[in-house]
């Protein structure tokens, strides 16, 4: 799996695919061993890197993976990779969450989400996720330093349900937000 996701990894840079950093990669690594989720919902797959890497680590215990791809393309080449390594604990989807009840997809409460869709959006993916998240859910939000122009509707929603968040700088110039 190691092998797999490193060729992954460097495919995906030649070809200016993005896919989290290796430290965004390295801190949600750290939270699944600790957390140990049972259910996981990822909103934007791309071509399937994090919903593999996550999916690896979860397999032990059972945990499941629900993924959401908007770009159809993307799902076809994430679909790709996802068979490749062989993984049965992915469901994806190739859709926009904020065009549906995101309910109808996910039948447990999610413990663990990682967001990493329009940015514009993330507000609106967190509206959304509401209903389907428990407690004591960890969030974690890709891009928020790089794109903080594009998180007005974020910042309105935390504001809005008051919702205490920070912010972790991962790479140069970037961080993630974590909710929980």
Known sequence: MENYLKNLRQNAESRRVPIM????????????????????LEIWSAIGYSTIFIA?????????VISFEVSYTAYLEALMHIKEVGLGNITLYPFDITTSDVRKFVPEKCDFFFIDGQKNQ??????????????????????VIKYSIKLDTLYGYLQKM???????PMEEGDGIMVIG
């Open 21 to 40: 950093s290796p430290q965004t990669e390295s801190f949600i690594k750290e939270q699944l061993l600790h957390r140990k989720p049972k259910y996981c």
């Open 56 to 64: 690896s680590l979860m397999k032990e215990r059972n945990g499941q």
């Open 122 to 143: 993330y507000g609106i993916y967190l509206e959304k996720i509401e209903d389907i998240k428990e407690e004591k859910s960890l969030i974690i939000l890709d891009d």
């Open 162 to 168: 008051q919702i205490n968040y920070q912010i972790l």
